[in-house]
């Protein structure tokens, strides 16, 4: 008996709302469905197409539940279809969530071929949403990226600068605290506390806005960042507007994080880092403005990049054209040319 590919596209829209959601139990119940279905569903376009979109929702799930390898690979096969089919806002979708997984596993050189992907789909268009997405995607390379570049760092200011108050941006604002957190951790960076508070701020109204997804999940954990480097690093008394969180206003952010996004476990092992180290520096000392040290000088550094210090292969960058950001520490990472190769978009 033949299902039509409604069928299937319904239960995969159930399926990510529940995850959006946070009902981990109907989230997973509906993907099972959507796949059981799938296999029942007719070949035509609209078949295809639900197809494309149930590997989507796949790649999506797997990347939540941490398993990145085969999110990716889903990826892929997904971003195959969506082109064969020319389906850009899907493909879109799709790059968007390879991207995540891939930055996660730390393919900083995939990471960028995703990203030049984007940005061929989304450049010439009016996809306000879309572009506030890839210069998100982007700030997160520039922080944790080890010197990769995408976009400019200006570039991706004066976007959110000009339409961070659209109407479509004001009701997202899952994607805009990872926006909003980004720009104050890079201003953090040199020291640049008044525009860090700026930034915070903003995130700090938006993340009760937020739910369980994906988007909502990583804006939460940059905003538990700004946290860890307002306790770390920032002087005393440098906030003029907003007064600063206590330790354990902070901490109570770690136990909220873990109560709302029990659908995105992929990112707990990282919160749980971040919390130890809120707890380890409850009582910071205070520092002089003459002492202070970088904010990326500090856990976030070890944790993310600990014992990563490897070799890496120039003529391969240089044969992507990738430009290098000096604000970000040199570590040097061994490319695998083979693996990238069978990556690109």
């Not at 909502?216 to 600063?244: A, D, I, N």
Request: net charge neutral.
């Amino acid at each position: 008996m033949f299902v039509a590919p409604q069928v299937v596209s319904t239960y995969v829209a159930l399926s990510q709302f529940s995850q959006n959601m946070g009902d981990r139990d109907k989230w997973l119940q509906c993907e099972q469905m959507a796949i059981q279905k799938s296999s029942l569903c007719w070949f035509s376009r609209e078949g295809l197409l639900a197809t494309a979109q149930l590997m989507q929702a796949l790649a999506y799930t797997k990347l939540c539940l941490g398993h990145l390898d085969f999110s990716i690979k889903l990826g892929f096969q997904a971003h195959e279809i969506c082109r064969h089919l020319k389906k850009p806002a899907l493909e879109n979708l799709v790059l968007s969530v390879l991207f995540r997984s891939a930055f996660l596993k730390k393919k900083f050189d995939l990471c960028v071929h995703v990203l030049e992907s984007q940005w061929a789909l989304i450049s010439q268009g009016r996809d306000v949403l879309g572009l506030a997405c890839f210069y998100s995607a982007c700030l997160d390379l520039l922080l944790y990226g080890k010197g990769l570049l995408c976009r400019p760092f200006g570039e991706c200011l004066h976007f959110i600068q000009h339409c961070e108050h659209s109407c479509i941006l004001n009701s997202q604002s899952n994607v805009m605290l990872g926006v909003h957190s980004s720009l104050a951790m890079w201003f953090a960076q040199d020291s640049q506390w008044n525009l860090f508070e700026h930034h915070f701020s903003k995130a700090r109204q938006l993340v009760k806005r937020t739910n369980a997804s994906l988007f909502g999940s990583h804006g939460f954990v940059r905003f538990l960042e700004c946290h860890v480097l307002v306790l770390q690093k920032m002087p005393e008394g440098v906030f003029m507007h907003t007064p600063p969180e206590t330790r354990s206003q902070t901490l109570k952010y770690c136990e909220e994080f873990f109560s709302r996004c029990v659908t995105c476990p992929v990112y707990h092992q990282w919160v749980s880092e971040l919390k130890a180290s809120i707890m380890r520096y409850g009582k910071r000392e205070s520092m002089s403005s003459t002492n202070i040290v970088r904010p990326f000088d500090t856990c976030l550094t070890r944790i993310w990049i600990e014992g990563e210090f490897l070799e890496e292969n120039n003529s391969f960058g240089r044969n992507l054209g990738i430009q290098r950001f000096d604000r970000v520490a040199d570590v040097k990472e061994n490319k695998d040319e083979e693996e990238i190769k069978d990556c690109v978009c």
